[in-house]
């Protein structure tokens, strides 16, 4: 199949990366564990075994009403809590033939509605904000964009960090979150070149 380039001679891609089948059971497992193997999994609370404090019984057993063996319990303020949380991770496992099945998925979709774009280059040599905002006014890309360069040089990076919901990454930190998270896609030839010999 052929990928419409802005400014330049339509480019041939593979149909099993750009014009695969949606399969959204899958692309919501992949951005699940993406995200699930983020999360810092620190939380960390006090049981009542970790709660410095007398283990004497403070009452008698019977003629008090409820019954109690020390101020280390649940039940009182000060006390442990009950299924503390403890630090535990929250990786979840993803073969990679899946994750790059999810990622073809979710590029073939984009590709289908429209909002995929291939340009030949950004054309950013300086960090100037004012360029970036007149080239995405030329490509007419609006919403959470995200850029995909070959190599997202410094300059490229510094005239796009002013600009709100607009991202930058290079093709080795292409991800299914930031793909599913955007209106508009905009990749550069060589980084869809890149993606495809990845995917392939």
């Known amino acids: 199949m052929e990928l419409n380039v802005i400014g330049a001679k339509p480019l041939n891609v593979s149909d099993e990366v750009f014009g695969g089948e949606f399969k959204q059971a899958l692309v919501h497992q992949v951005v699940v564990a993406y995200q699930a193997g983020g999360r810092a999994g620190t939380q960390s609370q006090l049981s009542r075994s970790d709660v410095s404090g007398t283990t004497k019984k403070f009452k008698k057993q019977k003629g008090g009403g409820a019954r ?12 442990g809590v009950t299924f503390a949380a ?10 990679r033939k899946s994750y790059r099945v999810a990622i073809r998925s979710i590029l073939s979709e ?11 280059g950004f054309g950013i040599d300086a960090p ?28 490229l990076y ?4 002013n600009i709100p919901y607009l991202h930058v990454v290079d093709v080795l930190a292409l ?7 955007s209106d508009y896609v905009v990749m550069t030839v060589e980084a869809v070149k890149k993606v495809e010999e990845w995917l392939a």
């Open 175 to 181: 991800n299914p979150v930031s793909l599913v998270g």
């Open 68 to 79: 109690h063996g020390d101020y280390r319990a649940p039940i009182f303020v000060g006390g």
């Open 128 to 155: 100037k904000t004012k360029a970036m905002v007149a080239k995405l006014a030329e490509l007419e890309v609006s919403g959470r964009v995200l850029l995909v360069s070959e190599d997202a040089n410094e300059a």
């Open 110 to 120: 984009l590709n289908r509605q429209g909002r995929l774009k291939v340009v030949e």
């Open 86 to 95: 403890k630090p535990r991770s929250y990786e979840q496992k993803v073969n």
């Open 158 to 161: 510094l005239a796009s960090r």
